[in-house]
């Protein structure tokens, strides 16, 4: 039996999790379409879609685009040549009532969520990762305290000016907001564990490493299906 929708591969992780740079790498290497909802909004939105005309009429009100027309967008884009070997999704489903709307979709069109990768990263790391941003206040020349120190602490090494972090680069201001990304996370990590399509890969090694593992994590449910 030829399922009539391609593999659909969940990628979690939290923010700073490196989610986005091995969506990258891995729909290449897999021949999967990368979607990112965002981008799914915004083409919708540029081609005057059906769909995009509803989206851009609840955004332009402020409102949030509701999941069913969030999942309508996704079904279309399974539908398009270049997503016919499957699809990674890529900030999609961000809670559990998403992922339930998901595998009913996909149940009625004869497809399911195929695995779930989830990069664990640990949270101190997270705010180490998301955090640590200073720059300097005459230009605005960035640093980061893990992947781009200034020579000297505090000054800029371009025009030697004090460097300040932005409030919302305070690692407060970082933890709380990750909190709460956290907390929607856990719950859909946790509906995928339930669902026994979970994969967890340490999130904490490098990105080569990470990329192994997560291609090891997904490729033993390719062709497994029908
Ligand atoms: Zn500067």
Known sequence: MTPSIGRVVVLLGAPG??????????????GLAHVA????????VRDETPL????????????LVPDAVTIEMLLERLAKPDAEAGILLDGFPR????????????????????????????????????????????????????????????????????LYQRSDDQPATVQARLRQQLGA????????????????VDGQQAIDKVTADLLAAIAPATGSRG
């Open 95 to 162: 809670n559990t009532a998403q992922a339930e709307v998901l595998d009913k979709a996909l149940g009625d069109k004869g497809g399911r969520v195929d695995v779930a990768p989830y990069i664990e990263v640990p949270e101190a790391d997270l705010v180490a990762r998301l955090g640590g941003r200073w720059i300097c206040r005459a230009g605005g020349h960035p640093y980061h305290e893990l992947s781009k120190p200034s020579q000297k602490p505090g000054i800029c090494d371009v025009d030697g000016s004090e």
């Open 37 to 44: 909802t965002g981008d799914l909004f915004r083409a919708a």
């Open 17 to 30: 999790a490196g989610k986005g740079t091995q969506a990258q790498i891995l729909s290449e290497r897999l």
């Open 185 to 200: 996370l856990d719950t859909v990590v946790d509906y995928y564990r339930g669902h026994d399509v979970l994969r967890v």
């Open 52 to 63: 995009g005309v509803t989206a851009k009429g609840y955004m332009d009100r402020g409102e």
